[in-house]
């Protein structure tokens, strides 16, 4: 009986099935529902919001230079996505562990990602070019901030008992933080994972747009300059995907690391 | 909680009893060089308590469990061992005297109110301290547990001595284990007795007949109860 | 007193010099005359008056003639055709800077240099290189953003930039006491695109044909308006660039705009509209344009001129020279 | 001696005047530092990065048009981020409570996210036109997202031994959410208004850029059409000084909301 | 734990007793309705738990405080009130009752670990509900307390039949309080006696002279320790 009692996750098998159609089906669903909704409700004509068939078949039929471009951007975004990941845990823990360079740090750091992208953009392209690490940087820039708010209120969420054991065992910071406070932020953390690595393609798509000549965000600059709203349409359909992924990764990294999730009650 | 001066004999055995809320975690606490005392001292043998603390002598069994929740049983006991690169008492061995083999694979929330303790009992001696402050670790056990860990404790004590100070609501555990029984009293908490138990240790349950236990047990409870008859 | 005809007109841009005319012809009351009111709407980053003009969410659009021509050929066009010029040719051009002294380059110059381009202009290069039969690969080229510092930091040679635009920012900065070492004393020179490579109709007018075919009075009376407006600014320039000083939400001030008349007016006339009338545009050059973009694979197929541009709503105003 | 004891945060008064003293001094110290710094490290003459000086002296001499357009930029990032918590936290709401909606409505809340801004501020200028509406629509966008993932995460952070008195009580999931779930998640809510608080102004910022003829977003597209990089700057600043204090007001209210600060151990 | 069918009659006093890990808590649960049993049925009077827990007849003493921690003591006993709708027991008379009048405006992490049990239990039962389920409530209680809460209790019992399932580890309690002692064995955990305690309630501590108690408390040990000798 204690399995089954403590099981609250048992379903039947019916209810399995639906959902795995549910998550196969929904996301289409989901993505054109809301799409036709737009194009009734607002009225404008397809040279705005192009209707999904002609933005399909731009993905389908003419990925060709879509595609050449996607690698740059994958790029750009993954590694902004890692430094972004780097610099708000390095900063978050800084912070907590030194407050007075709380007050030195932030004031920085919010002027820092207040820099209007424009005015950021050309500072960045005077200095480094168009380059990958332009718009690394700009990622950076952007996604830092969420992972450093979330990371520090995590460092703050740790069960204060256990604080002590730490204490009365004279355990080094270090290992405190790797092995405790680390693990106690994780829900905090993976959701600024959530937030920023959902959001890194379309980052990178608009640093793109700005500043580089490859990448998505050049196929969108290219594509608005030719009216072909379909293809500016087919590249977010195909960065919202990409996102999407991302997405449903990062909520499984979360189940498989995350701790609270075995504590939680399902309803 | 006023002044108190609290200084305790290396390889002493310490109990505290008093009514809840008057201050025993806050001396223990003390002790475990947790929190500063504004004013006293506390002494541990001759050490403050934070050279204990720095030295990694100290083992703290807090009142409420401090593991971590995403570690298994096992995993919890090995990581005080670990972290204070002591390998101390053999992991498996504790649980298994604990009455945990079958559950050293368990995560703390797929643990009994009960399991739980003795995990967290085990996580705080598993390095082998000096200096062993607990508070009411067997108070989610059943009488014969509670009786079973006692004279293992006794046992270990035996072994490997060590310095105790010994938070507990139960007045006959109190003078079957210690050296001296402090009593506190409630607001203001402060220690209002210092009894000295003189049958030397280890005591085996016996000793519950032996006039000096029934004795001291009556006296603490005449201490804590005021002039109220005395009930098991 | 009769109820005026509201007309809208999309810009590009912000209202700056380069539509003088616009203002001009609404400050002098050109546009009342003929029983309108023009409400001028800013273009920017988000706002390109081609939509909002094919959306009909104004009468008029003002912007570079290719964007007509890509617009209209899109898969999914907008229902747009450009209705005259305000500039005759596109004023983009290779920019160094040099002394003040020194001969206006040439194409050939470009060889064994950087040019600094922005990320859709390399098509634009590659192109003037061929018609004066230069190797393309002996240029290097640097993508840089719209602005010149690049080149006022000598990270490159020359910088494509509009001779009406970034050329006041080296000027003005050449003339500062703390100039950079490569600016200072040093003014532009420039190789233009128009000369070496094509005619593009810049500050074109346009509307769809919706409102052509519907209002046609209406598009004659803006285009007379436009054109007196025009006539003025050249031949009253110092009191047109007061009134333009003085117009509602306009960026740039007297000086600037003496600046901008001297470069800007030469650029808005030719011999077509010597013959015809200011704002005519030539189908010939749109033809080329098509086949330029065409080559370029930014549309997929060339149409008569006629479906891009029409010069039916030209007033025949002429300068008086 | 029990208050002393567990009253960890008393401070020496030397030390309290010191805090006071950082308070004060470490912003100004922390931005104009690192904007030296960048400056010294960058080599860019001050046509691109222009000195902290010139700036301060727009601020100080020239700020009537700045003033002026600072008014609809506070509003619409008001309005903005009142509607992206409004939107993310009913979003998060939905999304717990009925767990299928959450794979019909994410693929949608994630494509919404990564519509290029360009794409959607030409679809939001012409459906919408130069209106505060459109401005508070690219907020809310951009706002959502952390607010609903950060909800979600507190929603699932209540402790299970609470949820089951509440089910013992058969109290209304009404109430439950309100007094049980929401006091829980506010350390996860509050960081997300650290979050997307401080950024609104910036964001507000760029719609203004991109679709707006007022606030301080058409003021630095006129201002870099005017190459015043000066007065480019000087809206930057005002721009991360207003977000500091949004920030700072942000924590402010944690520290009186928070029960999470009042179990914290100070260190 | 195998198939236990459990039916509690009302107004009854049943006493759960049995080692630590043998299932208590997850009856308990079951009798809450917190959990579905997968076999066996459970009723309370003639209900099954969902009807009751329903009809918000339930009150549960958690053996993990359940408190909000942002509430202060007083604030969340009233709690229970506001979410029942049922003004029940008066929260000040409750903590005063309690020995908590001084401490009634404290947030939990400021309490004792025995006075957070104690404003758990008075939250718990703040509605005055019916049917009380109770796990280990005393534990962390001094003797003294423990003693007066269960009379305290009693009286309460006698004002308001309810109807009663405590789990305690506390064998003197457990027949001093209940009408029947349900005796669980380790693993597999069930009920292996079901021992009713027949002199009528509410009983005075003179009960624990009483020639039943002694042989209930004896028959009791019995089952949970073996053939070992029982003790205090
Ligand atoms: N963190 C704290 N902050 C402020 N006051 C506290 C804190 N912890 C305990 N107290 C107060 O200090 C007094 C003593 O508490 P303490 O925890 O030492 O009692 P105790 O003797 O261990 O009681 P119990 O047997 O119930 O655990 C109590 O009045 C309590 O309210
Ligand atoms: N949430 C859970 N998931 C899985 N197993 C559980 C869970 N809770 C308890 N168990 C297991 O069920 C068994 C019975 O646990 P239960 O909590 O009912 O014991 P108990 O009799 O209340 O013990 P105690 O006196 O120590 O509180 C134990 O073996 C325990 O490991
Ligand atoms: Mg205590
Ligand atoms: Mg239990």
Redesign the pocket.
């Known amino acids: 009986m204690?399995q089954a009692t403590?099981n609250n996750e048992a379903r039947r098998p019916g209810m399995r099935a639906l959902a795995i159609a549910g998550r196969v089906l929904f996301p289409p669903l989901s993505i054109f529902g809301f799409w036709y909704l737009a194009v009734a409700f607002l009225g404008l004509p397809d040279f705005v919001i192009p209707r999904p068939g002609a933005v399909l078949s731009v993905l389908i039929n003419e990925n060709h230079f879509i595609l050449e471009n996607l690698w740059p951007t994958l790029q750009a975004a993954a590694l902004g996505y890692l430094l972004a990941n780097v610099v708000g845990i390095a900063l978050a823990v800084i912070v907590t562990s030194v407050p007075f360079l709380n007050q030195l740090l932030m004031p920085a750091a919010i002027t820092l990602r207040n820099v209007p992208y424009v005015a950021l953009a050309t500072v960045l392209a005077l200095a480094i070019g168009d380059t990958m690490l332009s718009k690394v940087l700009i990622l950076t820039i952007a996604g830092f901030f969420p992972v450093m708010v979330n990371t520090v209120r995590g460092i703050q969420s740790v069960d204060s008992v256990v604080l002590d054991r730490m204490r009365i065992l004279d355990v080094s910071p270090w290992r405190v933080f790797w092995q405790v406070r680390l693990p106690y932020s994780l829900p905090f953390i993976m959701a600024a994972q959530e937030i920023v690595g959902s959001a890194s393609i379309s980052i990178a798509i608009a640093a793109e747009w700005m500043l580089s000549s490859s990448g998505l965000g050049y196929v969108i600059n290219r594509a608005m300059s030719q009216y072909r709203g379909d293809e500016v349409y087919a590249v977010a359909l195909l960065a919202a995907l990409i996102s999407y992924v991302v997405y449903l990764l990062i909520q499984y990294a979360s189940r498989k690391l995350d701790w609270l999730g075995k504590t939680r009650p399902t309803k | 909680m006023s002044e108190t001066d609290l200084s305790i004999g290396a390889g002493q055995f310490v109990a505290l009893v008093g009514p809840s809320g008057c201050g025993k975690t806050t001396l223990l606490r003390l002790t475990a060089d947790l929190d500063q005392p504004s004013t006293g001292q506390v002494a541990i043998g001759d050490m403050p308590p934070s050279a204990a603390r720095k030295q990694r002598r100290l083992g703290l069994v807090s009142q409420r469990p401090a593991v971590l929740p995403w570690k298994r049983a096992i995993d919890d006991v090995r990581f005080t061992q670990v972290c204070t690169g002591k390998s101390g008492l053999s992991a498996e061995d504790l649980l298994r005297d604990f009455g945990l083999a079958q559950?050293e694979k368990?995560l703390p929330?797929?643990?009994?109110?009960?399991?739980l303790q003795r995990v967290n009992f085990a996580s705080a001696i598993a390095h082998d301290p000096d200096v062993l402050l607990m508070d009411e670790p067997f108070s989610?056990l059943d009488e014969m547990k509670r009786e079973e860990l006692g004279l293992w404790l006794g046992k270990v004590l035996a072994e490997r001595p060590k310095t105790v100070l010994f938070v507990t609501h139960h007045v006959d555990e109190a003078v079957l284990l210690a050296d001296r029984v402090l009593v506190f009293s409630a607001s203001p908490g402060r220690i209002v007795a210092d009894i000295p138990v003189t049958t030397p240790r280890p005591r085996t349950a016996a000793f519950r007949t032996h006039p000096e236990f029934v004795e001291l047990t009556n006296q603490v409870r005449g201490l804590l109860f005021g002039k109220q008859e005395a009930h098991a | 007193q009769p109820k005026l005809e509201e007309v809208k007109v999309a810009l590009f841009w912000l209202r700056n010099g380069e539509v003088s005319s616009l203002m001009v012809a609404d400050a002098k009351g050109y546009f009342a005359e003929q029983g309108l009111k023009v409400t001028l709407v800013d273009g920017g980053p988000g706002r390109n008056p081609v939509p909002v003009v094919g959306a009909g969410q104004a009468d008029f659009g003002v912007a570079p003639g290719s964007e007509v021509v890509r617009a209209r050929l899109a898969p999914a066009p907008v229902d747009v055709v450009a209705i005259g010029s305000m500039e005759q040719v596109m004023p983009l051009a290779y920019i160094k800077l040099g002394n003040p002294g020194d001969p206006d380059p040439t194409p050939k110059d470009l060889e064994g240099k950087t040019v600094g381009i922005q990320a859709p202009g390399k098509f634009f290069l590659e192109s003037m290189l061929k018609r004066n039969n230069i190797d393309p690969s002996k240029v290097k080229t640097s993508i840089v953003l719209g602005t010149p510092e690049p080149l006022m930091v000598g990270k490159v040679d020359y910088f494509a930039g509009f001779l009406t635009n970034q050329t006041y920012q080296i000027e003005q900065e050449a003339l500062k006491p703390n100039a950079p070492p490569a600016v200072k004393g040093k003014t532009w020179k420039a190789i233009p695109f128009y000369k070496y490579g094509l005619a593009m109709p810049t500050n074109v007018v346009f509307a769809t044909n919706k409102t052509l075919k519907e209002r046609p009075e209406t598009v004659r009376k803006f285009m007379r308006a436009l054109a007196m407006g025009m006539k003025f600014d050249h031949e009253n320039t110092a009191e047109a660039i007061k009134l333009v000083d003085a117009y509602p939400a306009q960026l740039e001030r007297a000086d600037k705009l003496a600046w901008r008349a001297k470069i800007q007016h030469p650029l808005e006339v030719n011999s077509g509209t010597q013959a015809n009338g200011l704002l005519w545009t030539d189908p010939k050059v749109w033809t080329e344009m098509m086949d330029f973009y065409k080559e370029a694979g930014e549309i997929n197929r060339v149409v008569p001129a006629s479906e891009v541009m029409t010069n039916a709503f030209n007033a025949g105003i002429k300068l008086a020279k």
Chains 1, 4 share one sequence.
């Open positions: 204690s403590h | 559950h368990k929330h797929h643990l009994s109110g009960g399991m989610a």
